[in-house]
């Protein structure tokens, strides 16, 4: 009888399916960026919500049909303050689904700025805060959507990671019982990019 060959082939793990669905395609070119640099399973699927309006409950509820459709296991939502009148629900629907919130107030380049200083000014607009990143280096022409802003910024990660947990603590601290989504300055994209690190292969 002849000798069956020996399999010396290691079984692979997969990872769950992951979801990061954003709000705007600033968040989404910057995770795709970073999902491509850290070579992340395809497991790993980053999208952007398909709607004329701006509404971060409908990015929750387009997470939650996404999770029931594909299968998918870990759902991360990203958006923004952005004085959005339905932030409150978004988190409440959010949590009773145990989807991951990453928010940023008061919107996302609040996230890029953290890569130069660690800052609680509160910004009212978006373009009051834009502004003051066009005053840092390499981001003087800063415009939304752009693919570059990961390549530009990626080298400050770590810098920017420790910078919005130092923010973010001493706002909370200094805020006692306001709830998150009404915080100025806020973000916690930090979490969301250690996790990702965490799933390199």
């Not at 769950?16 to 954003?22: D, G, R, T, V």
């Not at 373009?127 to 022409?141: F, H, I, P, T, Y």
């Not at 990961?150 to 947990?165: M, R, V």
Request: charged letters at 30%.
């Amino acid at each position: 009888m002849a000798k069956r060959p020996t399999n010396n082939f290691k079984s692979r793990i997969f990872k769950s399916k992951i979801l990061i669905l954003c709000e705007g395609l600033t968040e989404k070119n910057y995770f795709t960026a970073m999902k491509e640099d850290l070579s992340l399973p395809k497991t790993i699927g980053v999208d952007v919500f398909q709607s004329n309006k701006v509404d971060c409950k409908g990015v929750v509820e387009e997470a939650i049909k996404k999770a029931k459709r594909d299968g998918v296991e870990e759902i991360f939502v990203v958006f923004d303050h952005d004085n959005q009148a339905k932030r409150d629900e978004a988190f409440k629907l959010a949590e009773t689904k145990s989807i991951t919130v990453i928010f940023s107030s008061i919107c996302f380049e609040s996230w890029y700025l953290m890569h130069y200083k660690n800052s609680t000014k509160a910004f009212s607009s978006e373009a009051d805060l834009e502004r003051e990143l066009k005053k840092c280096v390499g981001m003087e022409n800063y415009e939304k959507n752009n693919f570059k802003h990961y390549s530009i910024l990626k080298d400050k990660t770590a810098i920017a990671k420790s910078n919005a947990e130092k923010t973010r603590l001493t706002v909370i601290k200094n805020n006692s019982g306001v709830e998150i989504f009404n915080l100025n300055p806020f973000t916690n994209v930090d979490e969301l990019v250690f996790y990702l690190e965490s799933q390199k292969e």
